[in-house]
């Protein structure tokens, strides 16, 4: 109940004072506004150590007291205050949940406001990538692709992009540009003869950056079909073609012929020519065969790499062995099988 006084005035002018009795209805509890500084992601993440500012407001009954308390990453005792400011501030990884109410003069109080401040001091995670050499596909003159993969996880406030690079026969890293931000692989060109080496790292989505995670350095090695590590069987004819890798190849027309490459790496990529009069060749890594392959094409084709292998263990030696079937498709006017090299990816 509050006392007023009114000035009257009647017709004649004159004036006089009486007072008043006003009751004034008030049944909310006081208005309950929260605070965050500084402000956090759209997410509601912040990576800083963060500043709540509590509040309560009421009118005309008028503030009387305010209760807060906090419980989770970070906690706060249940605190009565008289005033209607206080701040709190959260220094703790992970989410701390803060209620808070308050009291009017007349009793009256505020449902109770819950504020989640959640707090992100922990860097994202990637894995090592994987490389591998892709197929099929057309040998460039000094270039073959590669398949670079990954995953990454941040567990609060979420992963918001990735960066990758390259060092090509250890010079400076450069990045290297994805299809998108979280994009987790990206085909790459590499240079035939040369090292290489990979790294990728995760940004979550309150820029805590992760480590750089690398790569093995990798040896992208070329193998003619001339050299020492491949053993032939059978009836190979040597061909010259200008768009032949290293400008020479091999062909088997009959026959049980066959070529084994020996190697030493994590994988390997058979290179060969596609022609009309070609058939179909079978592949066989380690002593299993794991594949047949179609050499035929409607036109001469060179420098294709029609098969890759899985990764294997580097720490030992493999075979791959090109066999002759005698089979072929429809369209194909010869069995003739080819072999125009090998590459591997060494480390």
């Known amino acids: ?83 209607n400011l206080a701040t709190l501030r959260v220094t703790e990884h992970g989410q701390t949940t803060i209620r808070f109410t308050a009291k009017d003069k007349l009793g009256n109080t505020s449902p109770v406001k819950v504020v989640v401040v959640k707090m992100d001091r922990v860097a994202p995670t990637v894995t090592t990538p994987t490389v591998q050499l892709v197929a099929p596909q057309t040998l460039g003159s000094d270039i073959i692709s590669a398949r670079i993969s990954w995953t990454g996880s941040d567990v609060d406030s979420g992963l918001n992009r990735y960066q990758l690079e390259q060092s090509i026969n250890g010079a400076t890293y450069t990045r290297i540009g994805i299809a998108s931000p979280l994009a987790t692989s990206t085909t790459k060109n590499v240079p035939v003869g040369s ?59 009959t026959g049980t012929s ?23 060749a079978e592949v066989w890594l380690d002593r299993v065969k794991v594949a047949t392959i179609d050499l035929h094409a409607t036109s001469s084709l060179t420098r294709r790499i029609l098969w890759t292998s899985p990764l294997v263990n580097p720490a030992v030696s493999h075979t791959v062995q090109i066999k002759y079937t005698g089979l072929k498709n429809g369209s194909a006017t010869g069995t003739t099988i080819s072999v125009d090299g090998f590459i591997t990816l060494e480390q």
Do not use: C, H
């Open 1 to 83: 109940m509050s006392v007023l006084a009114l000035r009257v005035t009647d017709s004649g002018g004159t004036q006089d004072y009486d007072w008043v009795e006003v009751t004034i209805t008030d049944g909310q509890g006081p208005k309950l506004t929260a605070t965050l500084e500084p402000f956090a992601s759209p997410e509601g993440w912040s990576r800083a150590d963060t500043s709540v500012k509590l509040r309560a407001d009421d009118y005309p009954a008028g503030f009387a007291s305010m209760t807060y308390e906090a419980t989770g990453a970070q906690s706060f005792p249940s605190t009565t205050v008289t005033q």
């Open 195 to 253: 090292t290489v080496r990979f790294r990728v790292r995760a940004i979550d989505a309150v820029e805590n950056i992760g480590a750089w995670v690398e790569t093995p350095v990798y040896t992208v090695a070329p193998y003619q079909e001339t050299s020492a590590d491949i053993a032939y069987v059978g009836n190979w004819t040597s061909k010259t073609q200008s768009g032949a890798f290293g400008g020479t190849y091999v062909e088997s027309p």
């Open 258 to 280: 066959s070529a084994t490459f020996t190697f030493t790496g994590r994988q390997v990529a058979w290179v060969a020519r596609e022609f009309t009069a070609y058939g179909k």
